[in-house]
């Protein structure tokens, strides 16, 4: 299907506009022809449309009474927003938010392109697993040897849908997560999901009580760098997540990459989205590929398959 038809189901299916409702699309200069298509479409739904376009990382000064006053907030950057105060106080507003972070024209045709209801689906079943679950355990052929304390918690679900005020999530969407509990939370991560960052060799993660404690790897350097910069918290893991997603490519960006199914990931940083109290400006995906997950004893993923 061509970008605009799928930018109208977007607005259609994942937001469910409605004329009149206020819009505020923020974009940078890599990502004008999509949000062109967006802006368009929007207007045939009569959407009240504003357009913000920023040309470096920081949202500009005068943007907080538009985010705040909005019905529907979309982020086509290429920094993610999802953490940023903003977002949060856009949401508590009532604002329904999509953040799109490094997103292009391609892995978008892809996302709009997924069936959302078989998606929402499935990713139930598995957010409804989490929150039953009090252990998980992950194996890999290459050495991943991991257990995640999940005890007391509840699965969330990143299902692509932004009907309902404050709602918030990515896009490409596809996931089942949570901040898991850091004492227990413990192991080994050899990391093979991220080649483009950490480079072809996978990246040896030794985590105790929800705390990095050592990196190995030629990749580690990379890592060391951002613990550097963003300090302690930035070693705690803040996500377990489960990919959802069959049509995500893990080849892409993290935020498609993460939702590829049969994956999981478990993230650095920044977790007060997920229900966490680490606040800090990082959050860092490390995508575990081909593992064999089980909740309290029982496998659901057997070598990179679901078996739900």
């Known amino acids: 299907m061509a970008l605009k038809e799928l930018a109208k189901n977007f607005w259609r299916k994942n937001f469910n506009l409605k004329p009149f409702e206020k ?18 479409t929007a207007v045939m739904f009569k959407a009240d449309l ?5 040309y470096d990382a920081d949202l500009p000064p005068d943007i907080e009474d538009r985010l705040v006053g909005a019905d529907i907030v979309v ?5 993610s927003y999802s953490h ?21 024209s391609e892995i978008f045709k892809r996302a709009a392109q997924a ?15 989490l929150t039953a679950a009090s252990e998980v355990k992950i194996t890999s052929a290459l050495g991943t040897n991991f257990t995640v304390n999940i005890r007391g918690k509840s699965g969330l679900l990143d299902i692509g849908n932004f009907t309902e005020p404050g709602n918030f999530g990515n896009f490409p969407a596809g996931e089942a997560s949570l901040a898991p509990v850091l004492e227990g939370t413990s192991g080994v991560l050899v990391v093979d999901g991220r080649k483009k960052l950490f480079g072809p ?10 705390r990095v404690v050592n990196v190995e790897g030629p990749g580690s350097t990379v890592l060391e760098e951002y613990f550097n910069v963003y300090g302690e918290k930035a070693r705690i893991i803040g996500e377990f997540g489960i990919g ?17 199914m049969g994956t999981v990931h478990l ?29 309290d004893g029982n496998v659901i993923i057997k070598k990179g398959k679901l078996l739900i």
């Open 75 to 79: 982020f086509l950057t290429e920094k």
């Open 267 to 295: 993230a650095l940083g920044n977790n007060l989205s997920f229900g966490g109290d680490n606040d800090v400006r990082f959050h860092l995906d490390l995508i575990i590929t081909q593992p064999t997950v089980a909740l």
């Open 115 to 129: 069936d959302y209801e078989k998606l929402e689906a499935r990713t139930k079943i598995l957010a409804d697993l």
């Open 84 to 104: 940023h105060p903003l977002r949060v106080k856009a949401c508590e507003a009532g604002a329904r938010i999509a953040s799109l972070p490094k997103i292009t």
């Open 201 to 210: 060799h996978p990246l040896i993660v030794r985590v105790e009580d929800g």
């Open 23 to 40: 819009v505020i699309i923020v974009f940078d200069n890599k990502r004008e022809e999509l949000a062109r298509a967006l802006s368009e």
């Open 50 to 54: 504003g357009l913000v376009k920023i």
């Open 244 to 260: 959802s997603n069959e049509h995500a490519h893990l080849e892409s960006i993290p935020l498609e990459a993460e939702k590829a």
